[in-house]
């Protein structure tokens, strides 16, 4: 103040250097142009857990589609009833199941059942969700209200109970029965997310703009309302791809997942329920790998959300 | 130069005590993933017992965080970083949470800018002002009660009584922001920081709200600390002014001294821009080489562009080119219940515009105004009536035909933000009409963008760019110059300058005005700022309630208002009465 | 309010027959003899076979079978048990227990959840708050079944401070440990939930105008920032009643309790499929009418939605 001469409401003029008058609203050119997607991509991986899960989500779906890579020791073969619940020894580090068989090699094994569910559920899901979601709030009307009423018939049957029904009729279960009948009851779940995000997104001005400008209906819902509104379903979509995971486990657990036969954490888990006492790793191993790969799919989730969000983005 | 004294104007504070409220120096900043950036650089301002200052500035220019900071209300990460905020004396910057919290309410209110977001929406009206007087210990119990409908009466709500359980979502936003001016007048502060208290208001609601203010303010001897983006409502306000700019203060001292005699470019700027009741149509001076011409020269585009553009050559000028007969829209609501009710947005419209002019829509919320757009791009449908394009009924448009009427009425609307798709590069959004309707070849049409881009003065490169990464005024550009892509006749500008900051808002208008005289355009300005009507209009409709209750020539509308709404609307605008240095 | 609650029960209706019709034909429609289907691997005695059939009507068609299912629901006949109890009787005594065992979940995981939740909101990205967030996901991504084993391991072996296995009646003192595993997984969604909504609900306009009108902090966070926060929390609960019917299979199932959950576990892994569709079906039917509770408790958190149309 004292450098600055000051007089209480005189009129008072800054100093023409200290705050030279720009141009109006000139483009500032010496930033980088990027578009949201770039932009998210760019926030997401500043983040550790990012590249935390992306590398076990990496390493995950390398074992699920090449387990041989990682085990030389049979998962179901030459299981010696002499070796039942035993601890860890040369060439099998974890021990062994009640049956004698190696835990390691069952666990490397079983990860391609409990993945191949959560994947196909996913897919089919997010695939269901996000063309019945859209074409009912785009388009609205009768179709909608169908829709609608049909995805809260649906959503009143929880997922798992709905599918611990269905599984317990269904004469033959493989993991693609599994993914299908989780996603029979998780569907709506997606649709309404999309139909919402597809309702604002369709109220926007620039839907209005592309209107007016003699673009056609559907090429608006592909071009511009779907990219708007599929942000919400990308987050819900990873996060859900963990929690089929889970419920493939728990209908396992129960004995109505995947038949014995196949090998998959759920099934491992509860086998070995009964040995807890006396083993616990035989339950404690599958169950962390079955929960470590969850947990990647949750922090990716998470990620993702803070990097599509546009309120994050805007405090960027 | 003509200086109107106005009851704001006069003194009524003696400069010789000390000072009810002094900045020092002020600094704030937000520390942010790339460091601290400041927001506030150094600001200085005094303000007397009884005095009103108005801080004016832009977005972005630092005043509202001025004012935050003063009772420490400043959002997320920001922070005092230097300087003194010295009030009767004490340095508020230096009390701790528990004894700003004795300040808050009680000795400085505090009534913010939007009302909508600014009650919680889960209690009710009462509850929050009540709660507001027994925080402060204006009176307890029963007492309070009272209180409460005292202080929501004496902010205009005569019925506060009856409607003390009603919920925000139940009061309109005039009523609302008088209940957040009741609850920051409630304890009789000494000092009430109001922050844009009615930009999200119509001006006639502006003006009531900000007199009635005015007359309570004066009556308890409240100063009062005015942020505000309008330099014409400054002026008419407070007696004290402070321009800031980029977190700078670039003026301050007397409000008829600095409009009269701005000596900052920055403030000249702002005075010159500052539309009010003494402005003229803006006249195109500047004329470039014919864009017609340079069209002609790329190669036949087109041929239909080719021949609408000799056609607008003979067309005779005085030709009706959009005829609106009696147009009614109705809307049918459902109630509660199995009830419907009918509203009508728009009642019996009839205007016509000619060739080459522009014609004005002008009325406040729910006036139609934007309806009547609507029908006419054919975004809605029409209930009774017709509209008339070119000789063609609009409304029976279809197919090639309505392709056709598509390119040649073309929109730009009122949110800068909303109007472009966030996923969509500059480039492909004002490429986008031209791919809809096929229109040359991927390379022709990268060079209409560029021809496009350079028409509405925005550099080359900007096609890369993504809408997040520009100003509103720069987005609106865009806008404008997706609509011009297809070279149509008319252009619909629903509120298209009204989101921008002034100066940005000229730069706009001047930009309309020049590309009109161009390229021969006519435009339908729908805006509920009649000052802005003045700058760019040939012809203004008033609408009221669905209805027009007065069309005439925009000179004979503000030299001689028939009708009183009219005459309401004109004495609303802000600042209406200052003739500005210029 | 009257209106609401009106409109939400007519809502209701369809969503009621709709679900049990789906299950009902999801298990009677499926290719193949649905009584093979219901009993697996084990084929059971003609005489069963031939109860079954009056039982579910099933030499009658299919929408006969449903109506006749649905008017015996009214009638207050759920449906009979593999071994021939009416489910019914089993419910009564069996209901009171899951729902002692769900209402200590349900107050464990709200209270410790926004608890949890607002403290981390409230200090967002200190330890506490990063501590939250990790134990929440972890608590999400490990299943029900695991903790449950585990806790009655450490808890209830191990240590000893609890029964492992939770007697006849079901005394309170003996839930405890079973409704902290049923309500793991809810807590931690409870608590990112809350915390979201906190750290949204701070930044709000409404709360820096009631900090700004001379409120203490305690006041603005429990009556602006707690009770805006605690909308979305109770609509979550809704959903949430699904989660903790399936975790009520599992926990009870672990715990060998006598309720709801632990008799559809019991019918499940012993391939008792009438028994299944009987109680799952009233399941669906609790789901249903708890979810349109929580709706009018959210009309009664959200004046705006009270007043809607």
């Known amino acids: 103040m004292q450098n600055k001469n000051y007089t209480p409401q005189g009129h008072y003029v800054a100093p023409l250097e200290e705050t030279p008058v720009a141009a109006i609203d000139k483009l500032d050119e010496s930033q980088k142009a990027r578009s949201t997607w770039a932009d998210a991509w760019d926030a997401m991986r500043r983040r550790p857990t990012f590249w935390i899960s992306a590398v076990l989500i990496l390493l995950i779906v390398v074992v699920a589609v090449f387990p041989a890579l990682f085990t030389s020791v049979s998962p179901d073969k030459n299981c010696l009833l002499a070796n039942s619940n035993g601890g860890s020894e040369a060439g099998h580090p974890l021990g062994f199941t009640r049956q004698g068989c190696d835990v390691y090699a069952r666990l490397i094994f079983g990860t391609q059942a409990s993945v191949t569910v959560g994947l196909l559920a996913t897919l089919l899901v997010t695939l269901v969700g996000i063309v019945i979601g859209a074409l009912a709030g785009y388009y609205g009307g009768i179709l909608d209200t169908l829709v609608s009423r049909l995805g809260d018939i649906f959503f009143a049957i929880p997922t798992v109970l709905g599918a611990i029904v269905l599984m317990s009729v269904l004469p033959n279960r493989t993991p693609i029965t599994v993914a299908l009948v989780l996603s029979i009851f998780a569907w709506p779940q997606i649709a309404r997310i999309m139909r919402g995000a597809v309702l604002s997104a369709k109220n926007s001005d620039y839907v209005m703009a592309s209107i007016a400008l003699g673009v056609s209906r559907f090429k608006i819902l592909v071009r511009h309302v779907v990219p708007n509104a599929i942000a919400p379903v990308i987050v819900i979509a990873t996060v859900s791809l963990g929690t089929f995971i889970v419920a493939e486990s728990t209908l396992s657990f129960l004995g109505i997942g995947l038949p014995p036969s196949v090998m998959s954490w759920g099934n491992d888990i509860g086998q070995a329920r009964t040995s807890i006492r006396t083993s616990p790793q035989t339950l404690l191993y599958p169950a962390a790998a079955l929960s470590i790969t969850v947990l990647s799919f949750l922090m990716l989730g998470d990620v993702v959300r803070d990097a599509l969000d546009p309120k994050a983005r805007a405090r960027r | 130069m003509s200086l109107p004294v106005t009851d704001a104007a006069t003194s009524r504070y003696d400069s010789s005590h000390e000072p009810l409220l002094q900045i020092r120096d002020l600094e704030v900043g937000f520390q942010t993933q790339r460091g601290l950036v400041p927001a506030v650089r150094g600001v200085d301002l005094t303000l007397y017992a009884g005095q009103t200052l108005a801080i004016v500035g832009e977005s972005g220019s630092g005043k509202s965080t001025t004012a935050q900071s003063i009772i420490d209300l400043l959002p997320g990460t920001g922070k005092v970083t230097a300087g003194q905020i010295l009030f009767e004396g004490r340095d508020l910057t230096t009390l701790s949470a528990r004894e700003i919290q004795e300040v808050r309410g009680n000795l400085i209110g505090y009534v913010p800018q939007d009302p909508m977001s600014n009650l919680n929406p889960v209690w009710s009206i009462g509850f929050q002002v009540e709660e507001a007087i027994k925080a402060n210990n204006i009176a307890q119990g029963k007492e309070a009660r009272l209180r409460t409908i005292q202080v929501l009466q004496e902010a205009g709500l005569s019925d506060a009584g009856d409607r003390l359980k009603q919920f925000p979502h139940q009061f309109s936003g005039g009523m609302r922001q008088r209940v957040l001016i009741g609850i920051g007048l409630s304890s009789r502060p000494k000092l009430l920081i109001a922050d844009e208290p009615t930009s999200a208001l119509d001006v006639t609601v502006q003006r009531q709200i900000l007199d009635h203010l005015g007359t309570l303010t004066r009556d308890y001897g409240t100063s009062v600390l005015f942020i505000t983006h309008d330099l014409g409502l400054a002026a008419e306000r407070a007696e004290q002014l402070v321009v800031m700019y980029k977190g700078k203060v670039v003026e301050s001292g007397p409000s008829q001294q600095i409009l009269a005699n701005p000596q900052h470019p920055y403030t000249q700027r702002l005075v010159a821009a500052a539309p009010s009741l003494a402005s003229r149509r803006i006249q195109a001076v500047k004329t470039h080489d014919s864009v017609e011409g340079e069209i002609f020269a790329q190669g036949a585009i087109d041929n239909t562009l080719l021949e609408r553009a000799a056609e607008r050559e003979n067309a005779a000028p005085a030709k009706d080119l959009i005829s609106v007969r009696n147009v009614s829209k109705v809307y049918r609501i459902r109630k509660q219940g199995f009830r419907t009710d009918e509203l009508k947005a728009v009642n019996d419209v009839s205007f016509s515009v000619q060739k080459g002019t522009t014609t004005a829509l002008v009325g406040e919320s729910g006036s139609g105004k934007s309806t009547v757009a609507k029908l006419l791009l054919k975004l809605e449908s029409i209930t009774s009536g017709d509209i008339e394009f070119d000789g063609h009924d609009v409304s029976a448009l279809k197919g090639a035909e309505l392709l056709k009427f598509r390119r040649r009425v073309q929109p730009v609307f009122q949110d800068p933000y909303g109007s472009l798709d966030p996923q969509y590069s500059v480039g492909n959004t004002i490429a986008e009409p031209l791919l809809a309707h096929k229109v040359g070849t991927a390379r022709e049409r990268q060079m209409r963008v560029l021809e496009l881009l350079d028409q509405v003065s925005l550099p080359a490169s900007t096609r890369y760019r993504y809408p997040s990464e520009l100003s509103g005024g720069q987005r609106q550009r865009i806008a404008i110059a997706r609509a011009l892509a297809l070279k149509p006749d008319v252009l619909v500008l629903d509120e298209a300058v009204s989101a921008l900051d002034v100066l940005v808002q000229g730069q706009i208008l001047n930009l309309l005005t020049e590309l009109q005289t161009e390229l021969g355009l006519t435009y339908l300005f729908i805006t509920h700022d009649l000052a802005v009507v003045r700058l760019v209009a040939d012809n203004v409709c008033v609408m009221r309630k669905g209805q027009i209750i007065e069309s005439a020539t925009t000179d004979e509308v503000f030299d001689n208002p028939r009708e009183t709404y009219t005459q309401d609307l004109l004495a609303a605008i802000p600042g209406g009465n200052f003739e500005f240095g210029r | ?309």
């Not at chain 3, 306009?205 to 902090?217: E, Q, Y």
């Not at chain 3, 989660?243 to 009870?252: F, P, R």
């Not at chain 3, 309720?259 to 569709?277: I, K, Q, S």
């Open chain 3, 1 to 309: 309010m009257l209106w609401y609650t009106g409109k939400r029960i007519l809502q209701m209706i369809p969503v009621f027959f709709g679900a049990t019709f789906l299950i009902y034909f999801m298990v009677f429609s499926l290719p193949g003899d649905p009584i093979a289907a219901l009993f697996g691997d084990r084929p059971p005695a003609p005489s069963v076979i031939a109860q079954i059939r009056a039982e579910y009507n099933l030499d009658k068609p299919f929408i006969v079978q449903y109506f006749l299912y649905i008017g015996g629901l009214f009638q207050g006949d759920l449906g009979t048990t593999y071994s021939g109890r009416p489910v019914a009787d089993v419910m009564a005594s069996a209901f009171p227990i899951t729902a002692r065992l769900a209402l200590l979940a349900l107050v464990f995981e709200a209270f410790a959840g926004v608890l949890v939740g607002l403290i981390a909101g409230l200090r967002k990205g200190k330890w506490f708050d990063a501590t939250a967030l990790v134990v929440s996901l972890l608590l999400i991504s490990v299943p029900t079944f695991v903790v449950g084993f585990v806790l009655q391991y450490v808890f209830g072996i191990q240590l000893g401070w609890f029964r492992p296995t939770v007697s006849g009646d079901a005394p309170w003192g003996e839930l405890v440990l079973p409704a902290i595993v049923l309500a793991s997984v809810s807590f931690a969604y409870i608590v990112r939930l809350t915390r979201a909504s906190v750290a949204d609900n701070l930044n709000a306009d409404f709360v820096r105008t009631a900090t700004a009108k001379g409120l203490s902090r305690r006041r603005v966070v429990t009556v602006h920032v707690l009770r805006n926060s605690l909308v979305p929390v109770v609509t979550y609960l809704g959903v949430d009643l699904g989660a903790l019917m399936v975790g009520a299979i599992v926990t009870e199932g672990i715990f060998n309790i006598n309720g709801v959950g632990g008799t559809v576990y019991r019918a499940v892994t012993l391939g008792e499929g009438p028994t299944v569709v009987s109680f799952i079906a009233v399941m669906v039917i609790i789901f249903v009418v708890a979810n349109l509770l929580v709706d009018l408790l959210y009309a009664a958190l959200d004046p705006r939605i009270r007043y809607a149309k």
